[in-house]
C-alpha cells in the first residue's frame, strides 16, 4: 500500500492562502485532493492526470490550482482566496496504476487515501 502525507494545513482568515504539500512513497499514477467536514458530503476538489492534465470541482475552480513534482513524488494544493465553506479536512488521493484517464470523480472511493490535514478558514 503507498504512504501518503499531506502537511500545510492551519488556520487562515478568509481571503487567505495555503499550500499543501503531500509526499507519496513510491512513483503513483492519478491524483486527487478530497476534502470533508463534519455533516457534509465529502468532495472531491481537484485532480492531475499523469500527463498533467488537470480538473476541478466548480466549487474552488479559479481559486485553487493542483501541481506535482514527479521526480519528488509530491502533489501540491494552491489555495487563494480562501472562503469559510473551505474549511474542511483536506486527503491527498491516489492510485498506483491506471489507464489512459483518470476517474477522480471516483477519489473519494477507489484512491488511497492519506491521514489528512485540517483547514480552518474563519475570522
Known amino acids: 500500500r503507498a504512504r501518503l502525507l499531506e502537511s500545510g494545513g492551519g488556520s487562515v482568515q478568509p481571503g487567505g492562502s495555503l499550500r499543501l504539500p503531500c509526499v507519496a512513497s513510491?512513483?503513483?499514477?492519478?491524483m486527487a485532493w478530497v476534502r470533508q467536514s463534519p455533516g457534509k458530503e465529502r468532495e472531491v476538489v481537484a485532480g492531475?492526470?499523469?500527463?498533467?492534465?488537470?480538473s476541478y470541482a466548480d466549487s474552488v475552480k479559479a481559486r485553487f490550482t493542483i501541481s506535482k513534482d514527479n521526480a519528488r513524488n509530491t502533489l501540491f494544493l494552491q489555495m487563494n482566496s480562501l472562503k469559510p465553506e473551505d474549511t474542511a479536512t483536506y486527503y491527498c488521493a491516489a492510485t498506483l496504476r491506471g489507464g489512459t484517464w483518470c476517474p477522480h470523480y471516483l477519489a473519494g472511493e477507489n484512491y488511497y487515501w492519506g491521514q489528512g490535514t485540517q483547514v480552518t478558514v474563519s475570522s
Open positions: 513510491e512513483p503513483t499514477h492519478c
Open positions: 492531475i492526470d499523469t500527463d498533467g492534465r488537470t
